[in-house]
């Protein structure tokens, strides 16, 4: 007997998915388990089993299509079956490829050409470099300004001095042009329409700022010692399994949580929640936006367990084969720039949970220890935290325990 198979509900707030890509086509076996067709959500794009064995019968809904939860998608029977199709759900919006363009698009005038043009009007220069050029016997028209809107400016009269520029000498003879750069003319304005992870992004992010009272803790940490345990472990695995540093800092991250709970936690009208297990959510980074996939129970598994995790669920990220167990679940969130050199920054949190760290790049630099300047690694890392559910006080000797675990590694071995 045929089965229809409907929009399935992936995330506790999703409510309505794009039917991104059939997998299998009309007429097509399938098995209970494979892949019928990829849905993109607010949160990821994954990868809808069949829950079913037979045949594909019908799509419902064409490919592109916004479709509400539990809404019909397709029917999967026996091969021959005849079925009626039920009418497809009230489209949340017209199709993705439907959505109309731009009226117009806004166009910019080609940028000016970097040999100047014949002296045919009022060249634009400040005042001073006018000056500098006349007492030099510089053509204005020969110098390329880098002011305000081309504007020559006194740098600009130099360069062209030091680089032998047109000059109107006594027999109006010139002196040899310096070679030119080539600029590459501008293009047109593209225009990008963002995509639902884009879309759910900014909703989340502009609510988390709008509604919750953000305040920030900074706290820098002693790495020499994880850098070092980090690279005597490394030396015993495959290349395929090494250790990031992002690994020691989650792990730590997780156990530092057990001992406060009320940073692993939500808050819920007049209730706050604190959450039994640690889940470490993991921003990665993905094309067109940002996605968050979560280590569940993170303070019970072991570096290698959370490496080997973390490096699958974020490959099905950057693939667009995520699952829903990836994205979901996540009770405390952590947002590592490491591997781009920087400083330090701050995250935004993500909710509804309570608290984000932002973690920074580890550096190797000059440090003072007993009056000494010797070199040492160093690493900055900044938690946000929602101040309805938390204080300074609070984040701030999280920072400090955080401390124990990251400057002495050993500890979460034991």
């Given at each position: 007997m045929?089965?229809t198979?409907n929009?399935?509900?992936l ?9 991104v890509r059939?997998?299998?086509?009309v007429?097509?076996?399938i ?25 594909v ?43 109309p363009?731009?009226q ?8 000016a050409?970097?040999?100047a043009?014949?002296?045919n ?22 110098v ?13 009269v130099?360069?062209a ?6 000059l ?6 010139q ?23 884009r879309?759910?992004?900014?909703r ?15 706290h820098?940490y ?9 690279k ?24 530092t ?28 980074t ?5 996605m ?5 129970d ?23 084969k995520v699952?829903?167990?990836?994205v ?38 000059p440090?003072?220890e007993?009056?000494q ?14 101040h309805r ?8 000797q ?6 124990e ?10």
């Open positions: 045929a089965e198979i929009m399935p509900k995330g506790f707030d999703m409510a309505e998915g794009l039917l059939w997998v299998k086509q007429g097509e076996n098995n209970k388990g494979d892949v019928l067709a990829e849905i993109e959500t607010d949160k990821a794009t994954v990868e809808v089993e069949s829950s079913v064995s037979g045949v019968l019908s799509h419902i809904v064409d490919q592109g299509t916004i479709v509400p939860v539990n809404a019909p998608i397709a029917i999967v029977g026996a091969a021959g079956e005849k079925v009626d199709a039920p009418a497809a759900a009230p489209k949340a919006e017209a199709k993705a490829e439907e959505k363009a731009a117009s698009t806004p166009t910019t005038a080609p940028v050409q970097t040999s043009p014949a002296d009007g009022p060249v634009k220069a400040s005042p001073l470099a006018r000056k500098v050029a006349k007492d030099n016997g510089v053509n204005l028209a020969s390329q300004g880098s002011g305000p809107g081309g504007r020559v400016v006194r740098k600009d130099e360069a001095l030091e680089g032998g520029g047109q109107t000498v006594g027999s109006g003879q002196r040899p042009q310096p070679s030119t750069i080539n600029y590459q003319p501008t293009v047109e304005d593209k225009v990008i329409p963002t995509t639902k992870l879309q759910a992004i900014g989340r992010l502009v609510e988390s700022k709008q509604t919750i009272p953000h305040f920030y803790v900074t820098e002693k790495m020499d010692a994880l850098m070092d345990m980090r005597q472990a490394n030396a015993f695995l495959p290349d395929g399994e090494k250790l990031s540093v992002n690994d020691f800092i989650l792990k730590a991250v997780a156990l949580l057990r001992q406060f709970p009320n940073l692993n936690a939500t808050i819920k009208g007049n209730e706050i929640i604190q959450f039994g297990h640690v889940n470490i959510g993991v921003a990665v993905v094309p067109g936006g940002l968050t996939v979560v280590v569940k993170a303070d019970v598994k072991s570096l290698r367990q959370i490496s080997g995790e973390i490096k699958a669920m974020a490959g099905r990220a950057r693939d667009g699952k829903p167990e990836d979901d679940g996540s009770t405390f969130s952590t947002s590592n720039l490491g591997m781009y050199d920087v400083e330090d920054f701050i995250a935004i949190i993500n909710p509804p949970e309570a608290a984000i760290l932002a973690i920074s790049s580890a550096r190797e630099v440090v003072v007993n009056g300047i010797k070199p040492g690694w160093r690493m900055k890392a900044t938690i946000s935290v929602d559910v938390s204080d300074g006080a609070e984040a701030a999280f920072m400090q325990k955080l401390a675990f990251l400057e002495n590694p050993v500890r979460m071995l034991v």
